[in-house]
């Protein structure tokens, strides 16, 4: 019973940070270049110009639902599946996520360094 | 890249890894969280690990935002994943634990993903990139 609700957990960490990382990437790339802004017009400037973009705020409630999993799952106490299985398969998820809807070049290069790190973070937990 | 946007980097790695830390130590001193209860995990940043965790997880998410608004999620993600790394070093340093050798594996894993991915251009999609412009020219126009 505990490694369904672990499994559930994992699968909610997934599927809510990676919507939660989609849509703050989106909504950071319309806002352009926080350093340059800061710099041009204040830090004021970077706070309401981030948080008067909608996506923004879906962004964060998705990423609350993602924490909230893990702390759930972490309080399972199966630390060493919860964490290295929900980390490894957010970083290909996102990579397939980012390459259909950011509509980034996920060449050769970055499918690599994606799965080079989703296999080693599940080995560190071995 | 400049030398200012690897120390953003360096930040969410550091930053992550702290918060979570201190929330796995936070979160194991509450126990299991019950699904009848579930009013106990709203209660649970009232643990001092807990709410420390939570405080490095807003550096954390300052500079993880700051990081996407110039490079892409494909890059940012596997470039600040050395903490996992960093955990495991501290560990043997600081606990004198021993790292298994399945364990070195995955930590020279991390460091190629790393590696390969800090290699190549942190933005790749944000201009349309016209047939006479190189890829290359286009992102180090937005690295500079």
């Known amino acids: 019973m505990k490694d369904i609700y672990a499994w559930a957990a994992i699968g909610l960490i997934i599927l809510a940070s990676t919507t939660g990382d989609v849509l703050l990437s989106y909504s950071m790339k319309r806002v352009g270049d926080v350093g340059e802004l800061w710099k041009q017009r204040g830090v004021l400037a970077v706070v309401g110009r981030v948080l008067a973009t909608p996506a923004f705020a879906l962004g964060l409630m998705a990423m609350g639902v993602a924490f909230y999993s893990l702390l759930f799952g972490l309080s399972w106490g199966n630390l060493s599946l919860v964490v290295p299985a929900s980390a490894s398969l957010t970083f290909v998820a996102n990579a397939v996520a980012a390459k259909i809807f950011l509509h980034e070049r996920v060449g050769r290069r970055r499918w690599i360094a994606a799965l080079l790190v989703a296999g080693g973070v599940v080995l560190m937990a071995v | ?144």
Not at chain 2, 24 to 44: E, F
Request: charged share 10%; aromatic share 10%; hydrophobic share 55%.
């Open chain 2, 1 to 144: 890249m400049t030398f200012r946007k690897y120390l953003v980097l360096a930040g969410i790695t550091i930053f992550s890894t702290a918060g979570d830390s201190l929330l796995a130590r936070g979160m194991k001193a509450l126990g299991s969280v019950s699904l009848h209860d579930l009013s106990s995990l709203l209660l649970a940043i009232l643990n001092p690990w807990v709410a420390a965790g939570i405080l490095f997880l807003l550096a954390f998410f300052a500079c993880y935002m700051s990081a996407l608004s110039w490079a892409d999620l494909t890059y940012v993600l596997p470039a600040t994943s050395l903490g996992y790394v960093l955990v495991a070093l501290i560990a043997r340093f600081t606990f004198h634990e021993a790292i298994s050798p399945t364990r070195w594996v995955g930590i020279s894993l991390i460091a190629a993903g790393v590696g390969f991915v800090a290699a190549g251009p942190s933005v790749t999609h944000q201009h349309e990139i016209s047939a006479n412009v190189s890829r290359e020219t286009v992102s180090s126009e937005v690295e500079s």
